[in-house]
Every structure is written in structure tokens, then in C-alpha cells.
């Protein structure tokens, strides 16, 4: 596990957005921001990644709405306000530009950011999120919104969620609003293919995004090529083997290479 250098809570309306900061915050280069999925925080889905992501940059992590440390309001959850506390929450440190790391909704928040905010992001990592909702297999909508307290009753996300929320009593409402996620509007070919930042797009191998929903972004951003004789594109595919959605970033070692060589590159 990594020692945040720094905590604090940004004050977004009603909202304090729990955020750490992890290794030299004089290191130079460009800040790498870590959006964690639905149900995890920041330790349970980054802790084991921190310690070699910190590593000679600055790190930025942070607790989306009702998640980890910070509060939940009167709010539905959905990607395009989850993506505007993270606007405000740069603009409250102060920082202009970030490297994204998300998972999941973390990476359907990432998406939108390279998408509508160009300005602040120069390369992407986006994992496991579909940018379409015929890319995420059905059956893995219908098992979120009939998720219960009792069915994660002794796991670490429950065990996490009561040990650090402001309200441990809410974790009910959490599963409530996750399964009426709002997505926002499905992304078209046009806005995949027009964004600027180079992306990391990483997948399971048995994730609940399709294989082939991968492989079409990856397309839809210049890849799938001959590298040897067009050169790498900037945009790169990673399928973890032995991955589910819910282990998609457990393989330690072999996310941490893929992510650090391509924000090196």
C-alpha cells in the first residue's frame, strides 16, 4: 500500500469529494488521476496498483459520490455528474492537466473526459467501461439492479463501504442508485474516433464488456494494424487474461507495466 502524501475533500456544492494525493508533488510531468469503479474506492481498487503508479509522477485519487469518504446527497448517480465533480475537483487543486486512469463507471467518466473535456486530459486509460450500451454483456445490467445488501454481506466492498462512509447506514441507497445508473448518451463512432488523447483501452478476457466492443473501439481510434510496417498507433488495446469485470485490474503486475509504458510512451 502507498501513504498518501496529502488529503483533504473538495467542496462541490453540496458534495466533499474525498481526494488523496500520492507520491512527489514536484516531480514534474503531467499528475495521473485514478477514478475507481462502482462500489469500490480508492484503496480497494487501486491500493496494490499505488505504490508503482506513484513511482516518479504525482498521483491523484479520488472517492466518487456516496463511495469511500465521501458523502452522498440528493442526487442520482449518473457519468455526466460524476464527471462534472471531477471538472471542479482539477479546478479546486488547481490543476490543468491530468493523465486518467478509470475503471468501469471510473472509465466511463475518463471517456467522457477526453471526449468533452480535451482540454485537460493528455492520455487515457480506460478500463473496462463500454462506451455504447450494446457493448456491456445483458445480463450484467439486470444482476447490478438486483443487487441487495445481503448478497455482499462479508465482502471487502461492504466491509470498506461502512468502515469509511459518512453515513455506514446508506449502503442500501448505494446499490439503489448504482443499478439506476445514468450512463448518459451513448458515445457514436464520430466521437470515438475525434478525440485527441492517446488511450489504453484494457478489457477482461471474461469481463462483462464484449471482447468484440473492444476490439471496435480499437478500431474506431486507428488500431488494429500491421505495426511493423505503419508504426504502434496511439491508441492500444489490453486483454487481461483469467479477468472478470469485478478482478479487472487485480492482475498486478501485468496492469501496472501496460498502464506505466503507455503513459511513458
Not at 456544492?13 to 507520491?23: N, Q
Not at 471542479?88 to 486518467?100: K, Q, W
Not at 496511439?234 to 479477468?243: R, S
Request: hydrophobic share 45%; with cysteine.
Amino acid at each position: 500500500m502507498s501513504t498518501p502524501t496529502r488529503t483533504g475533500h473538495a467542496p462541490i456544492g453540496e458534495l466533499e469529494m474525498y481526494f488523496e494525493i500520492h507520491g512527489d508533488e514536484d516531480a514534474g510531468g503531467t499528475p495521473l488521476l485514478l477514478l475507481h469503479g462502482g462500489l469500490f474506492d480508492i484503496d480497494l481498487q487501486f491500493g496494490a496498483l499505488l505504490p508503482g503508479l506513484s513511482a516518479g509522477r504525482t498521483v491523484i485519487a479520488a472517492d466518487f459520490q456516496g463511495h469511500g469518504r465521501t458523502n452522498d446527497i440528493d442526487r442520482p448517480l449518473s457519468i455526466p455528474e460524476l464527471t462534472g465533480d471531477v471538472v471542479a475537483l482539477l479546478a479546486h487543486l488547481g490543476i490543468g492537466e491530468v493523465d486518467v486512469f478509470g475503471f468501469s463507471v471510473g472509465g466511463a467518466v475518463a471517456l467522457t473526459l477526453a471526449i468533452r473535456h480535451p482540454e485537460l486530459i493528455r492520455r487515457a486509460v480506460v478500463s473496462s467501461a463500454a462506451f455504447t450500451p450494446d457493448g456491456m454483456r445483458p445480463e450484467n445490467t439486470e444482476a447490478v439492479g438486483a443487487m441487495t445488501v445481503d448478497m455482499i454481506e462479508g465482502t471487502p466492498m461492504a466491509d470498506s463501504y461502512r468502515a469509511k462512509s459518512p453515513h455506514p447506514e446508506r449502503l442500501q441507497g448505494l446499490l439503489d442508485r448504482l443499478g439506476a445508473l445514468d450512463a448518459g448518451p451513448a458515445w457514436s463512432d464520430e466521437d470515438i474516433a475525434g478525440y485527441a488523447a492517446p488511450t489504453l483501452y484494457t478489457v477482461g478476457d471474461c469481463d462483462a464488456v464484449r471482447l468484440e466492443h473492444a476490439v471496435r473501439f480499437l478500431r474506431l481510434r486507428g488500431g488494429d494494424v500491421n505495426g511493423d510496417f505503419v508504426g504502434v498507433p496511439a491508441t492500444q488495446l489490453a486483454v487481461l487474461p483469467g479477468t472478470t469485470h469485478f478482478g479487472g485490474i487485480a492482475r498486478t503486475v501485468l496492469v501496472q507495466d501496460a498502464v506505466t509504458t503507455f503513459l511513458d510512451a
